[in-house]
């Protein structure tokens, strides 16, 4: 079995704007891809400990995509969740939510796929974190 990976960010937002951007559909679709190149045109969203989400990934040009889909197995608000990816392999993930100077540390650790490489995902998975912070720090104004 692989061990885990762990990506983070420290986000300059209290953690009940990062909680809100996190998880309302009308943000996740402005910030969840993890390059310019690519967007997320569909997303729902059942923040709840039984609930299921699904956000559509694709590149611009329409060229490929994919769905990711889970179902949170445990949730409490502005703190963490758990979910289950809905699929083959049925990984598993938690996002933890810390205040922390201010803001808000995000901290995702998920069991990898066996598709690619380690380093390949957990770059793939900071890039789309990064991008979260970049968008809701860009909102501050």
């Known amino acids: 079995m692989k061990p885990q990976v762990t990506v983070e960010v420290l986000i300059d937002a209290p953690v009940e704007k990062v909680w809100q951007y ?3 559909p009308e943000h996740i ?3 969840c891809f993890a390059s310019d190149d690519w967007c997320a045109p569909k997303a729902e969203n059942d923040v709840r400990t039984g609930g299921n989400f699904k ?3 694709e590149a611009r040009d329409g060229s490929v995509g994919f769905d990711l889909e889970g179902n949170y197995t445990a949730v409490e608000e502005n703190k ?3 979910y289950t990816l809905i699929g083959d392999d049925e990984r598993k993930v ?4 810390k205040e922390e100077n201010g803001g808000c540390r ?3 650790i998920f069991d990898p796929e066996d598709t690619n490489p380690l380093e390949m995902q957990q770059n793939g998975w900071q890039a789309i974190l ?3 912070k970049k968008y ?3 909102l501050k104004g």
């Open 80 to 82: 963490r969740m758990e």
């Open 55 to 57: 956000t559509r990934m």
């Open 22 to 24: 996190w998880t309302l």
């Open 106 to 108: 995000v901290i995702e």
């Open 136 to 138: 809701i720090e860009a």
């Open 94 to 97: 938690s996002v933890e939510f």
């Open 130 to 132: 990064n991008n979260f």
């Open 29 to 31: 679709v402005k910030w």
